[in-house]
């Protein structure tokens, strides 16, 4: 696997003015084994185990769009995750955020049953399984 740097530096002189700017980098590539197809869909299938420990919970409140995310490397190809002809993969989907904000974030859907706190601990609880399994996740909460 290639090593990459975490800062690049760059330096642009104009006539006697020098400016230098340090550019962070992402460090992990598609490259990285956790990304791999078949090791993705095991961390969501275990992570999925966790939020099927808490499909039996009460379920109230606020009705919620809770969802957890997951930060995939660019140009990741998910079609690869489900097969050419569908997105989805197991009784789930990974769809992009399309927000500046979210940006390289993927909601994974269809992985909590509940539609007010169940949801939002199930997606919760998948969240911390995939950190736990070296991902970078988290949850996108929006009421309802």
């Known amino acids: 696997m290639p090593v990459l740097p975490t800062r690049v530096a760059v330096r642009l002189s104009i006539g006697r003015q020098t400016i230098s700017i340090v550019i962070a980098c992402k460090t992990?590539?598609?490259?990285?084994?956790?990304?791999?197809?078949?090791?993705?869909?095991?961390?969501?299938?275990?992570?999925?185990?966790?939020?099927?420990?808490?499909?039996?919970?009460?379920?109230?409140?606020?009705?919620?769009?809770d969802t957890p995310a997951i930060e995939l490397p660019d140009g990741y190809d998910i079609s690869e995750f489900a097969g050419r002809e569908s997105r989805e993969w197991n009784g789930f989907t990974l769809e992009r955020i399309d927000s500046?904000?979210?940006?390289?974030?993927?909601?994974?859907?269809?992985?909590?049953?509940?539609?007010?706190?169940?949801?939002?601990?199930?997606?919760?609880?998948?969240?911390?399984?995939?950190?736990e399994q070296g991902y970078n996740a988290h949850v996108y909460y929006q009421m309802d």
Not at 35 to 53: G, N, Q, S
């Open 28 to 65: 992990f590539t598609t490259m990285e084994p956790r990304f791999e197809v078949t090791a993705l869909r095991d961390a969501i299938c275990k992570a999925k185990a966790a939020a099927d420990a808490l499909s039996g919970a009460p379920d109230y409140g606020t009705y919620n769009f």
């Open 100 to 131: 500046e904000a979210w940006q390289g974030y993927y909601w994974i859907n269809g992985i909590c049953n509940g539609m007010q706190m169940r949801r939002t601990k199930q997606a919760e609880a998948v969240a911390q399984s995939l950190k």
